[in-house]
């Protein structure tokens, strides 16, 4: 019966989460356009730095793409933006990338976000946003 | 079995392996330069090691796979844990290796020193207790970390094969056997948007005392459906603050068992080392009650 309650405990919990994810004030927590431009010129400049995924980039208009980065982010953050760019999958199409290469670049993202002064939390917020790109990012 | 002798062997094993499984990966990944211990999941994402030796928090089984390797690669890990209470201390080594972040298998070997307990029964001061705990655990279906957009959760299934060098001081107390086999199946979930991090765990199991005491007794026999669960709060990328719970079975009718419950702190210098200390409660512990206290765990590796 402890197992049973136990489990309708920690249960509840476990798919409550979700729920709770409703958030209209990401946007403004990572500083606005001003805040999410800085984020993106670090986070691309930490990208062509790291060696681990540098060579994913060799064939990339990077300006177009700093760009394009500039208006998702605000998308994705639910700031006043419509990302008009491709689409996850074919954005990455061909380019085989691994789980490893997508974290890589998760790692250097929240670096940039340190180097910007967005706490932790808000990072996580954006991030739970960016993580089920996974899917259409990682080909194989 | 000599722990001393099986964690390099165990890990020396998956090194020699690990260049034989990298020639069946894509060409696409391995013009980059793939790496068999890529170390490529986010900090902290393997988990620290169970004190039973499994990825999971301090006493609970989680459904992540241990280590930093992700789905093209190994992560391999060792571990020192150390469990001081007032009358009794635990202490384990271990190594688990997770395979392509699917498999990950696990041993450890624990040493329960009844100290001045074991003289008051007879056994002799600093009677101690071994156990060797082989572990496997295989990932169903979710990920943990990526699936934000989903409600189901890391799902994974494994078991805990444990030998008490004991025998004849278990079936004096009441035990049924020295060997035993837990069954779990957990569920992890990380609610990134939160920074929380929970799991649910339903054991079925025989273990007296985690098998310490051996497994079933003159009360009761068979196995049982146990809980365990972890939640844990992330202060940053390599802080995490948490809490656990953990019901026993209570099998034997000379030393009643209690639920154990903790809260914890895990700090991830790196992807190679992590140190976790908790305060835990383990309630009764055959002839003292009350057996709270410190808990300290170091795990290294890849």
Redesign the interface.
């Known amino acids: 019966m402890?197992?049973i309650l136990?489990?309708a405990a920690?249960?509840t919990?476990?798919?409550a989460?979700?729920a709770?994810?409703q958030?209209d004030t990401l946007f403004a927590d990572m500083g606005g356009q001003p805040g999410i431009d800085r984020i993106v010129e670090a986070s691309v400049d930490n990208y062509l730095a790291d060696p681990r995924i540098k060579?994913?980039f060799d064939e990339s208009n990077m300006e177009r793409l700093r760009a394009e980065f500039k208006v998702q982010f605000c998308q994705v953050a639910g700031g006043p933006c419509a990302y008009k760019g491709h689409d996850m999958t074919a954005a990455h199409k061909g380019?085989?990338l691994?789980?490893?290469d997508f974290?890589?670049v998760?790692?250097d993202l929240?670096a940039a976000m340190d180097k910007c002064g967005v706490a932790?939390?808000t990072q996580?917020?954006f991030?739970?946003?960016l993580?089920?790109m996974?899917?259409q990012v990682v080909s194989? | 079995m000599r722990p001393g002798l099986l964690i390099p062997t165990l890990v020396a094993g998956a090194m020699i392996a690990a260049p034989a499984l990298a020639d069946s990966d894509?060409p696409?990944?391995l013009a980059?330069g793939?790496q068999m211990f890529?170390e490529?999941?986010?900090?902290a994402t393997g988990g620290v090691s169970e004190v039973e030796g499994t990825g999971g928090g301090g006493i609970a089984n989680w459904a992540l796979i241990s280590g930093y390797g992700?789905?093209?690669?190994l992560g391999v890990n060792a571990h020192y844990t150390y469990v001081g209470l007032p009358d009794y201390q635990l202490n384990t080594i271990g190594a688990a290796v997770g395979l392509f972040?699917r498999l990950e298998l696990s041993y450890a070997w624990q040493a329960f020193d009844t100290e001045q307990v074991g003289a008051a029964l007879g056994l002799g001061e600093g009677y101690t207790f071994h156990q060797n705990i082989f572990g496997a655990k295989l990932k169903l279906i979710g990920?943990a970390?990526?699936?934000?957009?989903?409600?189901l959760?890391q799902i994974a299934i494994g078991l805990q094969h444990k030998e008490n060098d004991r025998g004849a001081v278990i079936a004096f107390v009441g035990g049924q056997a020295s060997v035993g086999t837990d069954y779990y199946l957990s569920?992890t979930?990380l609610?990134?948007?939160?920074?929380?991090l929970?799991?649910?765990t339903?054991r079925e199991t025989k273990a007296n005392q985690l098998g310490i005491l051996g497994f079933g007794g003159d009360k009761h026999g068979d196995y049982s459906?146990?809980?365990e669960?972890s939640?844990a709060y992330?202060?940053?990328?390599d802080f995490a603050v948490g809490g656990e719970?953990r019901?026993k079975p209570s099998n034997l009718s000379i030393a009643k068992e209690q639920?154990a419950w903790d809260v914890f702190a895990a700090y991830f210098f790196n992807k190679n080392l992590s140190l976790t200390a908790a305060y835990a409660d383990l309630g009764n512990i055959v002839i003292r009650n009350h057996q709270s206290g410190v808990y300290v765990s170091l795990q290294a590796g890849l």
Do not use: M
């Open positions: 402890k197992t136990c489990i920690f249960g919990v476990l798919l989460g979700p709770l994810a958030d060579a994913i380019l085989h691994t789980n490893a974290n890589a998760v790692e929240q932790f939390a996580n917020r991030l739970a946003r993580a089920p996974q899917h194989r | 894509a696409g990944t980059r793939l890529d490529g999941k986010l900090l992700t789905r093209d690669g972040d990920d970390v990526y699936d934000q957009d989903s409600w959760p569920a979930k609610f990134l948007a939160q920074s929380l929970v799991d649910v339903l459906s146990q809980f669960g939640v992330l202060f940053a990328k719970f019901t639920d």
